[in-house]
């Protein structure tokens, strides 16, 4: 079965850029929608952004200025890029598989962990 | 934007029936999905499109959708479904938005 694996650095610095990739294994990425999640501690989840494996994105509007999302078929891997961070970002970021552009979450990777600090 | 109200929580005696409301404007013209998060692990799907389960989730887990509230019910309920439940819609402008969760104690 189709499992997620986000990887990337788990302490940014305030002002910097957080960047983190979802590899998936078990299936391919192609001719899906993927989607970056977050979750502050003790807080609800928060949709960050969807990309389809075209390079095709839909991103929150409360996030839109802030996120770059992109593909990479060959490596069959996904990214999320969000600059200019505060403390505010800090979260457990989640990768998942959508089922259709407009679906449901399924599955979903372990989840990161991000603190924002200098 | 659209919003998602859920009730912060819900206690339910231990075999007994817990019903999650989650409300929003119209949300019966919405395909609605719910997550079970147990403390330390990510989401997991439970019903998708207002009442499906996805494979291996138990027949106890039901969910309904009409007018301005959609319904997760969990009947039977036992110690290993103490949770946070959230549900999830795609609003007009194709953003997913998530309800506010709620905590569900089996007592």
């Known amino acids: 079965q189709v499992q997620l694996q986000e990887s990337g650095p788990g302490l940014v610095k305030p002002s910097e850029t957080l960047s983190l990739t979802c590899t998936v294994s078990?299936?391919?990425?192609?001719?899906?929608?993927w989607s970056w999640i977050r979750q502050p501690a003790g807080k609800g989840l928060e949709w960050i952004g969807r990309i389809y494996t075209s390079g095709s994105t839909n991103y929150n509007p409360s996030l839109k200025s802030r996120v770059t999302m992109s593909v990479d078929t060959s490596k069959n891997q996904f990214s999320l890029k969000l600059s200019s961070v505060t403390a505010a970002d800090t979260a457990v970021y989640y990768c998942a598989r959508l089922s259709a552009a407009l679906g449901w979450f399924d599955p979903w990777g372990q989840g990161t962990l991000v603190t924002v600090s200098s | 934007s659209y919003e998602l109200t859920q009730p912060l929580s819900v206690s339910v005696a231990l075999g007994q029936t817990a019903r999650i409301t989650c409300g929003g404007n119209?949300?019966?013209?919405?395909?609605v999905h719910w997550y079970q998060q147990k403390p330390g692990q990510a989401p997991v799907l439970v019903i998708y499109?207002?009442?499906n389960r996805p494979s291996g989730i138990p027949e106890r887990f039901s969910g309904s959708n009409s007018g301005n509230t959609a319904t997760l019910t969990i009947s039977r309920a036992q110690a290993g479904d103490e949770a946070d439940y959230y549900c999830q819609v795609w609003d007009s402008s194709t953003a997913g938005v998530f309800g506010t969760g709620t905590k569900v104690t089996v007592l």
């Open positions: 119209n949300i019966g013209s919405k395909n």
């Open positions: 078990g299936g391919s990425i192609s001719s899906y929608y």
């Open positions: 499109r207002d009442s």
